[in-house]
């Protein structure tokens, strides 16, 4: 089946797209920063999963705050999938890292990773829904049955590109529609963001070059 090439939107269309779902680049590309500098805060003797590790609890950090300090939002724990929901319990935004077609106009991307069940129902939830809901305003940060079903989960898709001493992060915010064998294969509805440059950031500490004696006594 033939893909359709999503239009790349112009500054105008873009920010009316994002103000309809309740959010601002201006509060998805400082995650993405915030991700890349925690990212280059580990070394090689961290473990190995370390740097994405980081990144990953930077971008869902700076998402749940920008939200929550401008416009109201609330943290999420939702289906172990830890995301920032809107107050009307209509609209949240998690994070994923997707592959080399992330904010391409003529593919859509998948998450590099495998992704456990809560995003296949997040998906099919996304899926079924219709574009437009009747819905009321929320207190709590648990969601009932019948706001669950009008959740949509958007992510925060990005990925890493090094180029040089820059970093280039390809990023949209995507709605997933389908999802299979643990990866995304349809977006319900996919918005392409700017391409976020970084110039090189240095460690904030370097390895040590020689080995640490730590005298232990026995007893």
């Known amino acids: ?37 925690a990212r280059r805060s580990a070394t090689r003797n961290h473990p190995a999963n370390t740097a994405g590790t980081r990144a990953y609890q930077e971008h869902v950090r700076i998402i749940r705050e920008m939200h929550i300090q401008h416009e109201g939002w609330k943290r999420l724990l939702h289906d172990h999938l830890e995301v920032v929901c809107n107050p009307d319990g209509t ?42 809901f ?6 709590e940060v648990v969601l009932s049955a019948e706001e669950v079903a009008q959740l949509q989960v958007w992510f925060l898709v990005s990925y890493r590109v090094e180029a040089g001493d820059k ?25 392409l963001l700017p391409v976020l440059e970084m110039d090189g950031i240095e460690p904030s500490y370097e390895d040590g070059g020689g080995e640490i004696d730590i005298q232990v006594p026995f007893r």
């Open 1 to 37: 089946m033939a893909v359709l090439p999503v239009a790349a939107p112009e500054p105008d269309d873009l920010r009316a797209q994002l103000a309809a779902l309740g959010t601002k680049l201006e509060y998805l590309h400082p995650a993405l920063r915030a991700g890349e500098i």
């Open 91 to 132: 609209v949240a935004i998690g994070v994923m890292v997707g592959d080399a077609a992330t904010g391409e106009r003529t593919s859509p991307p998948r998450n590099l990773h495998r992704r456990g069940a809560a995003t296949q129902r997040v998906a099919e939830v996304n899926a079924a829904q219709l574009e437009i």
């Open 134 to 139: 009747a819905v009321h305003r929320r207190d």
């Open 167 to 191: 970093v280039h992060i390809h990023n949209e915010l995507s709605l997933p529609g389908e999802f299979t064998n643990g990866y995304v294969t349809k977006w319900k509805r996919r918005i």
